[in-house]
């Protein structure tokens, strides 16, 4: 036998010694896959394969935020690599060597990092405080503890507001950050006023797009109900 490169490689050439070789007269091959049980079928799953292959974490608090199911994808993305201190902010790239002005360029004066986006620069906090205040009084300015404050409990109407609250929260962190690089790639500017008209825009069409259920209220009844204050 030759040798193998590794392993697990060894340990297949030596199970291939203990069957038998393939054989006319025994039928075509067929393919067969490994469950979780060790039992070996013939229907394939692309989700328990996944399940088998993939290193296992344990679950992280912050998930139920980013991930729902009225979410809009582009806007999880970025908000689940906001939550992580994966954006690529100024700090970050300057940090890897590239030569890049440290500035803040939503407020001038900070030097842009996730803690100064998200949302200690005067800019983006206008934005995340006038919106959220508008579901829940005092909402906290980062990221973390924002976090712990849409997943405390309430009471009800808590689910409907629990929903928006997490879309307001995602469509904030993903238009501020395409507004951080609309002004650094384009050189164009909104104001924190049209910022926040993007969100209740893009809010409207999501809900908008949600299937209605059994008579009760449906999620953009319930968000006309908080936003009347919206300008
Ligand atoms: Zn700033």
Not at 94 to 102: I, M, S
Request: aromatic share 12%; proline share 6%; with cysteine.
């Amino acid at each position: 036998m030759r040798g193998a490169r590794s392993e697990e490689m060894e340990l297949f050439q030596t199970f291939l010694t203990t069957m038998s070789a393939p054989e006319a007269q025994r039928g075509t091959d067929i393919y067969l896959w490994r469950n979780r049980a060790g039992e070996y079928k013939r229907t394939f799953s692309s989700k328990s394969t996944w399940e088998q292959l993939r290193d296992h974490s344990p679950a992280v608090n912050w998930f139920k935020t980013v991930w729902f199911k009225e979410f809009v994808p582009r806007c999880s993305f970025i908000t689940w690599l906001a939550v992580q201190n994966r954006l690529p902010t100024k700090d970050r790239l300057r940090n890897w060597g590239l030569n890049v002005p440290a500035a803040c360029v939503l407020c001038i004066s900070g030097t842009e990092t996730h803690d100064h986006l998200f949302f200690d620069c005067e800019f983006s906090r206008d934005i995340w405080r006038d919106l959220a205040s508008r579901i829940w009084q005092n909402p906290p300015l980062d990221l973390s503890s924002v976090i712990t404050w849409i997943l405390q409990p309430r009471p009800s109407p808590h689910a409907s507001a629990s929903v928006i609250i997490k879309l307001l929260f995602q469509a904030a962190v993903y238009l501020i950050w395409k507004e951080r690089n609309s002004r650094i790639f384009k050189n164009i500017s909104s104001t924190s006023g049209a910022i926040r008209v993007s969100v209740d825009r893009l809010i409207r069409d999501r809900l908008l797009s949600l299937p209605s259920t059994d008579g009760s209220p449906s999620l953009l009844e319930f968000y006309f109900g908080c936003i009347k204050l919206f300008p």
